[in-house]
């Protein structure tokens, strides 16, 4: 599919959104709309697939709370050819604002590529309300990719009650959610029920929103509650939660540590030979993704004894 088409159906698409009322943020663009639309679908629909074109957009960053942070940092002035676009389509704009448009509307299918094959859709107005309940969408597949080293297996017939256009998606979803136990079940046996001691459990940060009167920032070694008003520039808003207020602290000075402190320290691995110590279990403050480990006599030698290894400061 060309750019050019694909601009028509992600255009063609927003026309019956907005006029359906599904996107009231954008019916009548400013550029300030345009910013708290970027910020809303960030915090409820963020998306792996999206993340090039985020990249492309605001800079390659680690998660979805540094993506969030950025877009709250940046100026509405960012939006201005986008704004221009959708209020005088006689105006001529990037591909780039097209791509931008499409993730902001929830247009599917994306990203785009150039080997995109998608029938043209029968363009009428979107269903909505008690409609929506009773209409099923047969989405069209994209062309799958071959994976490596399948050239000489045989084809996997759909399971038994599965059958029609969606067989396929069904089949490859059933797959993967396979391959995902079995991954699970592997870590969980082999290495994770021995390093994260119940830590696996706990839920990741949830990001503060507007209606929050009050939040919490990391600072470097701790994190500081503040009314959501005066966060900070730069810094990600979090929902107050008084145990990390209390106890997640960063230690500063790791190598102080004696080995008998092991016990109530955790770590992130930072890269091959420096690690980050915390006093208490959960997710890392600043990659909000990655669960922390507890520090086993087995790390503490490799990494804190003797000063063998660089220990991160920073």
């Known amino acids: 599919m060309s750019e050019e088409e694909y601009r028509d159906l992600v255009l063609a698409d927003f026309d019956r ?18 910013k708290a639309q970027c910020i ?5 629909r963020y998306h792996r697939k999206d993340e090039p074109l985020l990249s492309a957009l605001f800079g390659r960053r680690e998660n979805q709370a540094a993506y969030l942070a950025v ?10 050819t986008l704004n221009n676009f959708l209020n005088d389509r006689e105006i001529q704009t990037s591909f780039r ?3 931008l448009l499409a993730w902001l509307a929830d247009f599917e299918p994306r990203p785009y590529h150039y080997e995109l094959e998608l029938p043209l859709p029968i363009l009428g107005d979107p269903v909505t309300g008690d409609e929506a309940a009773d209409t099923v969408i047969d989405t069209p597949l994209l062309p799958r990719e071959p994976i490596i080293g399948e050239k000489n297996k045989a084809v996997v017939d759909p399971p038994e009650g599965i059958t029609g256009r969606g067989a396929r998606k069904k089949v490859l979803w059933l797959v993967l959610l396979l391959m995902v136990l079995g991954a699970g079940g592997y870590y969980w046996f082999g290495q994770g029920a021995a390093t994260t001691d119940g830590a696996e459990l706990l839920k990741p940060r949830v990001l503060a929103t507007g209606g929050d009167s009050k939040c919490m920032y990391w600072d470097g070694d701790h994190f500081n509650a503040v009314a959501y008003q005066l966060l900070p520039a730069g810094k990600v808003a979090y929902r107050l939660d008084s145990a990390d207020l209390r106890q997640f602290k960063r230690v500063m000075k790791p190598k102080a540590l004696l080995i008998s ?7 992130f691995k930072v890269s091959r030979d420096s690690i980050e110590c915390f006093t ?21 030698k490799k990494y804190l004894n003797k000063g063998q290894q660089k220990v991160a400061s920073q």
């Open 261 to 267: 402190d092991t016990s109530h320290i955790w770590y």
């Open 97 to 99: 604002n097209i791509r």
């Open 280 to 300: 208490a279990a959960g997710f890392h403050p600043v990659l909000a993704d990655r669960l922390l480990k507890r520090l086993t006599g087995y790390m503490y």
């Open 71 to 80: 877009i709250r940092n940046i100026s509405a002035e960012d939006f201005r």
């Open 40 to 44: 809303s679908v960030c915090m409820e």
């Open 17 to 34: 959104k907005v006029k359906a009322g599904l996107l009231p943020e954008l019916t009548a663009s400013t550029r300030s709309s345009i």
